[in-house]
């Protein structure tokens, strides 16, 4: 009697807690449930993968945390609370790529709004610099404040302004965002 009540404990045992914290997966890539970011806990929204050219070349793994998981984007965009943005490269980028890709991205989220956000879309381009695989950047929106960009963890600055942070999020977010895939996988499908 003792060897199934011992055997069950044993198994019970070798189960992972059910609060424990999971991380999310993509492209072989992990990325923690929940972070401390804006002076609260944000959690895992959804991870995204960004491709690129027409071979499809696996550019970086998105990670979207917010305060409540969900999958209307309207609700994270127009949101008044922190949330954060992790792009972890796995591919070389250069400064003009990237600097290309916040213009065109910018320009298919806010189109109404270049000439009020074009100062600061300059001040973005003028941080950015060649990233190589294994190197993270992280956009940290503020609500009243703007976007805190950091690369591998060092805080480069903060972009002013609500308009700024919302046009930033929309890039992926928004209605044209460079993948429909990758939108789907921040707001929490699969990563593809």
């Known amino acids: 009697m003792r ?75 127009t949101s008044r609370e922190p949330a954060e943005m992790e792009l972890r490269f796995v591919f070389h980028v250069t400064a003009g790529q990237l600097r290309s890709a916040w213009t065109e991205g910018f320009e298919k989220s806010a189109p109404g709004q270049l000439p009020q956000l074009q100062s600061r879309i300059d001040q973005l381009n003028g941080w950015m610099h ?25 805080v480069q600055g903060t972009i002013p302004g609500d308009d700024f942070a919302q046009a930033f999020l929309a890039i992926w977010l928004g209605a044209s965002p460079p993948s429909q895939a990758m939108r789907a996988g921040l707001l929490g499908g699969a990563c593809s």
């Not at 404990?9 to 992972?16: A, D, M, S, T, Y």
């Not at 999310?24 to 806990?41: H, M, N, R, V, Y």
């Not at 190589?132 to 009243?144: A, D, E, H, K, V």
């Open 3 to 77: 060897t199934p009540i011992a055997l069950l404990l044993l198994f019970c045992l070798g189960l992972p807690a059910a609060n424990a914290t999971v991380a999310g997966e993509c492209d072989g890539l992990s990325f923690p449930q929940q972070i401390q970011a804006g002076g609260q806990t944000l959690t895992l929204n959804g991870l995204g993968l960004r491709t690129a050219t027409i071979f499809s070349i696996k550019v970086y793994v998105g990670a979207l945390y917010v305060p409540r998981p969900t999958a209307d984007a309207n609700a994270i965009l």
């Open 130 to 154: 060649g990233v190589g695989s294994g190197q993270r950047m992280t956009f940290l929106r503020i609500p009243g404040v703007g976007i805190r960009y950091s690369l591998d963890g060092a």
